[in-house]
């Protein structure tokens, strides 16, 4: 590496989406940065590749609607604010209706590439085993949901909090050419277009009750992995597995990710299917397309056995079949103060799914805001917080004072993860939601549309205010 910089160091430990978004940001304000990964060392049991920024679970950043859905809004945000992780995702989508999905390859390859040239950033492979050394006055820790134990271990020692943990479940992924589109179609739901889509961007496979009802049992019924020493470590809601939703009612699956609604089968029109599973491209090429929404821990055999009963997935070849793996995430209320720092310990940050956000967008948008507090900080400027009405503050306000209050123990913190949701942004000024002109009744949906229609603007010309008093 070719410094060009006066000012020592920020070292970064971790290379996934948060830990390559914060050294990027930091090389942008003119710091050199050590991004320390451990794979190419050690490896995880989800990571296929010691690329930077690897997707492990699903290959979709969920919706880019910036006008009326948080996602697209903390999308819109991140481009604002210059992140290499957006960049990477908008060169390397896919197809995927309203959503902006990425091939993971050309992705995660994209972001090595941009932090391999980048001559303010060294990349060294090695395990940080314990809390990075005092003469590294200033670091971040964004290890992610696979923080080595050691590593762990030591947060919990320097903190005096047990880290909190929670399962994340991988869904399969299909060869497309083993699919029998005879059976199934192609269309998104209620023919919606999205950033390179055509309306017709998933394949929809169609079930019969009877079909359903037997698919439900198998889940069910199927051979699981045990818990073992991690009995009883709450799931996140957002990632349940296929099988505990089935658990949780016969219908439940038919109002989640296997809803029929605003799909039509092309090859019986006249016939509603009952339930649908739903397959998302996963590459580039459109060879690979992974089973929206069935994150699952049950175990191989068993899973080749029950998606086989699938209409349409009777001859699947898997790619990958589903998994699980640990995620651990710190008492980031507790713990933090506004600017991400470990109040035990000035000059240490945390970013990305460690803090307790949860997504791709929003683990990599934790980074973006740690990199850039730490550049100030090293550069000896006051450090600015985004507004509470963007994205980034909500998210941020959510990491570093959201919590419920116990009605059994009064005053005690409950954190839980959180994916970016309008339910995190403060509420609208009174009087700012008024009926648009021509419209008669104006009450329920239509009225939510346009609340969030206004929160979203509200957020991105705060944003773009922000970024621009920063710089």
């Known amino acids: 590496m070719t410094q060009t910089s006066t000012y020592s160091p920020i070292h970064i430990v971790g290379g996934g989406l948060a830990g390559s978004e914060a050294a990027w940001q930091i090389a942008k304000a003119g710091i050199p940065v050590i991004l320390h990964e451990m794979r190419g060392v050690r490896g995880t049991d989800a990571h296929k590749t010691d690329d930077l920024a690897e997707l492990v679970c699903s290959n979709s950043f969920r919706s880019d609607d910036a006008t009326s859905n948080a996602v697209g809004v903390l999308h819109a945000e991140m481009r604002l604010a210059g992140s290499l992780i957006m960049a990477a995702a908008d060169r390397n989508q896919v197809p995927a209706g309203g959503a902006l999905a990425v091939d993971r390859d050309g992705f995660s390859q994209a972001v090595t590439k941009a932090i391999a040239e980048n001559p303010l950033i060294t990349v060294i492979r090695e395990e940080v085993a314990g809390l990075p050394p005092a003469e590294w006055d200033q670091a971040i820790i964004a290890t992610g949901p696979l923080t080595a134990p050691e590593l762990a271990d030591a947060i919990c020692a320097e903190t005096g909090a047990d880290a909190l943990a929670f399962f994340d479940a991988i869904a399969p992924i299909v060869h497309t050419d083993s699919i029998d589109m005879d059976i199934c179609w192609f269309q998104s ?229 959180m994916n970016i949701n309008f339910g995190l942004f403060p509420l609208l000024e009174p009087g700012a939601i008024v009926k648009p002109d021509g419209v008669k009744r104006f009450r329920g949906k239509d009225k939510t549309i346009v609340k969030k229609q206004l929160v979203a603007a509200r957020a991105l010309e705060d944003c773009a205010a922000w970024l621009a008093a920063s710089a």
């Open 189 to 417: 739901r209620y023919d919606k277009v999205g950033p390179g889509g055509t309306g017709k961007d998933y394949i929809n496979c169609p079930m019969d009750e009877d079909q359903y009802n037997a698919f439900v049992d198998a889940l069910i019924g199927g051979d699981k992995t045990g818990f073992k020493e991690w009995e009883g470590t709450p799931y996140f809601d957002g990632c349940l597995p296929i099988e505990i939703m089935a658990e949780r009612g016969r219908e439940t699956l038919r109002h989640g990710p296997m809803k029929p609604m605003g799909l039509t089968n092309a090859h019986n029109p006249i016939v509603k299917a009952y339930a649908v599973v739903q397959l998302r491209q996963d590459n580039a090429l459109g060879t690979l397309y992974n089973m929206v929404g069935f994150q699952t821990k049950l175990k191989y055999g068993a899973q080749a056995e029950v998606f086989r009963m699938i209409p349409g997935l009777q001859n699947a070849e898997f790619a990958r079949l589903g998994g699980l793996h640990r995620n651990t995430y710190i008492n980031s209320p507790t713990l933090l103060d506004p600017s991400l720092t470990l109040k035990s310990r000035p000059g240490l940050r945390f970013a990305g799914q460690i803090t307790g956000c949860e997504g791709y967008v929003e683990s990599a948008s934790i980074g973006l805001l740690a990199g850039r507090f730490a550049a100030a900080e090293r550069r000896g400027e006051a450090l600015s917080l985004p507004p509470a009405t963007t994205a980034f503050g909500a998210l941020l306000n959510h990491i570093t004072g959201g919590h419920i209050v116990s009605d059994d123990e009064p005053g005690k913190r409950s954190f839980q993860p």
